[in-house]
């Protein structure tokens, strides 16, 4: 009976106590069964905190911060979110927001009402992360309310697993009065402000007393910055201006112009040459002015002052309202923990294909705040070398080397990059010589001769959702199965070392990008160089942001608010 009574947990014992209790009158087994209870305490007391969950905590409820949560496996982790903001919102149609088209609460969607949907089991904390200590796995927090609340704000928390998704902040490139005299379009708060000012300067303008030149200036729009956020801001802008504003002011609806400056030389031009040359041309149809190759100085409260690379020249033009959406760069919290390891002279955080924070074993990092450095072939091409010359001869042949390549194309997607580029219809075609015929065998030096250019194709991803979201579902899958993957691997094989990983690395899947270019058209790069432009385009994206949001309430607001818009036009009121 001891041997078997030891392998009970703790509340079994107790009920099995009772039970002697109950069916024996003799006191000595009653006293025999309690101490036998009392030493199984420490022994199941023991047992649990070996058994206690992994604690994980999570910074940020962006679009990285709630894929991660939505698939992650509570039951295997105590997670805990850290957030100064306890929504998560859909940020593409931020420039929406500003001009009415849609709600603010209708593009937002509670975190709690996120995780509740989990039984409960992550806790939520309204606060922002001000460090993060890597020595001591623990972070120092601070909550923000505009009211006093009892107690103290400062808090930490410590982890096994840090996932950093917090995002990052506007880049002004330090350029003098942008902080002080710009909106932004980064965050829900910035989307309602510039709302307000919009109608503000339709407002000031209207005023009796003021001369026509500044009724022109108070309704001169600048929006600094050609790429989507930008773009789709002026398009929003106009059509809100056109189909709304001018019926409300009708004094001024001749007074009002849109100026879109871009330092490069054609707006969008991370999509394809053909949408971006439609986008100018639509915006000169709508007269909204278009100045590429200019750098902007300086901005002050009344007026923005730039320089014309081509001419040299430096010009100033007055304005009413300045949208500044230039790019991003690191928040000083990240920035802090960069220095802490080893990575001050880096731009952004660096993390390897797997997320994992560089130098940080149980840290990871994902969306705008971090960027993956993948690793070169060229740095792993003696090991690549030696694990497919099996027969330790010094030569390659063709069958050698597709025994191997299944793994170095998963570990160094490069590889198929340049293989697309180059029109190489199979790695065997990297096997042949300058006259296109099949080699037989190769050394190392001929090796690395047919890959040296591969590395060049190594590309950082895009700061966008979707970026982020696939970062997210990618992790919490990886954290599903971490305890799987220790015995049964499922990455590809370790070139340097031996065995394999035990995940497969992060491959990001373009899905394709849009851009509403107002006037119920827009355009669409999607997968396979296909191109899309105009009215049947814009009702795509209609379908695909309705459906990517993450419930069906946001979902049914969303399309209640463009069905309102069609029906009634857009709110006017300044609330």
């Known amino acids: 009976m001891n041997l078997q009574f030891h392998k009970f947990d703790q509340s079994f014992s107790n009920k099995y106590v009772c039970y002697l209790e109950v069916y024996y ?26 058994c206690k969950k992994k604690r994980v905590v999570v910074l940020g409820t962006g679009w990285a911060g709630t894929s991660f949560l939505k698939d992650l496996d509570v039951s295997s982790y105590d997670v805990q979110v850290v957030s100064p903001r306890n929504y998560f919102a859909f940020t593409p149609l931020l420039p929406s927001v500003t001009c009415g088209t849609v709600e603010a609460r209708s593009i937002v969607e509670p975190v709690r009402n996120i995780i509740k949907k989990r039984n409960g089991e992550i806790q939520f904390f ?32 410590e982890y096994d697993y840090l996932v950093v998704a917090i995002g990052a902040q506007v880049n002004t490139f330090n350029t003098p009065g942008v902080m002080e005299n710009c909106h932004f379009l980064k965050e829900l708060e910035d ?19 003021l001369t026509e030149e500044e009724r022109r200036t108070n309704l001169h729009f600048v929006v600094v910055g050609g790429g989507p956020t930008g773009v789709e801001f002026a398009a929003e802008l106009h059509d809100f201006i056109q189909e709304d504003l001018v019926n409300v002011y009708p004094m001024v609806k001749d007074l009002v112009k849109i100026t879109l400056i871009q330092s490069g030389d054609h707006i969008l031009n991370m999509f394809d040459e053909r949408i971006s040359s439609f986008a100018e041309k639509k915006f000169q149809r709508d007269c909204i002015e278009v100045q590429t190759g200019c750098r902007v100085l300086s901005v002050s409260d009344k007026e923005i002052t730039m320089k014309v690379k081509s001419k040299g020249e430096v010009t100033s033009i007055p304005h009413g309202l300045v949208v500044w959406s230039t790019g991003i760069s690191t928040r000083p919290v990240v920035k802090d923990f960069m220095e802490q390891i080893g990575q001050a002279n880096r731009r952004v955080l660096a993390t390897n294909e797997w997320l994992r924070v560089k130098e940080c074993e149980n840290v990871y990092a994902l969306g705008d705040c971090a960027t993956i450095d993948q690793r070169k072939i060229m740095e792993d091409i003696a090991s690549i070398f030696k694990a497919a010359d099996k027969d330790n001869s010094g030569t390659l042949t063709v069958q050698e080397f597709q025994d191997v390549v299944d793994d170095i194309l998963v570990r160094y997607p490069q590889l198929e990059l340049y293989l697309k580029n180059m029109r190489l219809r199979d790695v065997k075609d990297l096997m042949k010589d300058p006259e296109g015929k099949d080699i037989k065998e190769v050394d190392i030096e001929g090796f690395k001769l047919a890959l040296a ?31 799987h993957c220790k015995d049964n691997p499922e990455g590809p094989r370790r070139f340097v070392g031996s065995g394999r990983h035990a995940f497969v690395p992060f491959r990001y899947k373009h899905l394709g990008q849009f851009a509403p270019l107002g006037g119920e058209q827009a355009a669409a790069e999607l997968p396979g160089d296909w191109v899309s432009i105009g009215r049947s385009t814009q009702w795509l994206w209609y379908s695909v942001y309705a459906s990517k949001q993450v419930s069906w309430r ?10 309102r818009r069609f029906v009634f036009g857009r709110d006017s009121s300044r609330i």
Do not use: M
Request: with cysteine; aromatic share 6%.
């Open 453 to 483: 250019q591969v590395d060049s194709q190594a590309k950082s991803l895009p700061a966008t959702a979707q970026v982020a979201a696939q970062q997210g579902a990618y992790l919490s899958r990886c954290f599903n199965r971490r305890e």
């Open 25 to 50: 009158s003799s006191g000595g087994l009653v006293a025999y069964a309690d101490s036998q209870s009392e030493t199984a305490a420490p022994a199941a007391e023991l047992k649990q905190n070996e």
């Open 554 to 563: 946001t979902r049914v607001l969303l399309v209640s608010d463009w069905t």
């Open 126 to 157: 309204e606060a922002e992360c001000v460090k993060i200590d890597a020595a001591k796995n623990k972070v120092f927090c601070k909550s923000h309310f505009e009211n006093n609340v009892i107690g103290a704000e400062d808090f930490s928390l």
């Open 191 to 209: 989307a309602q402000k510039l709302r307000r000012s919009v109608i503000d300067c339709f407002e000031k303008a209207s005023i009796p007393g």
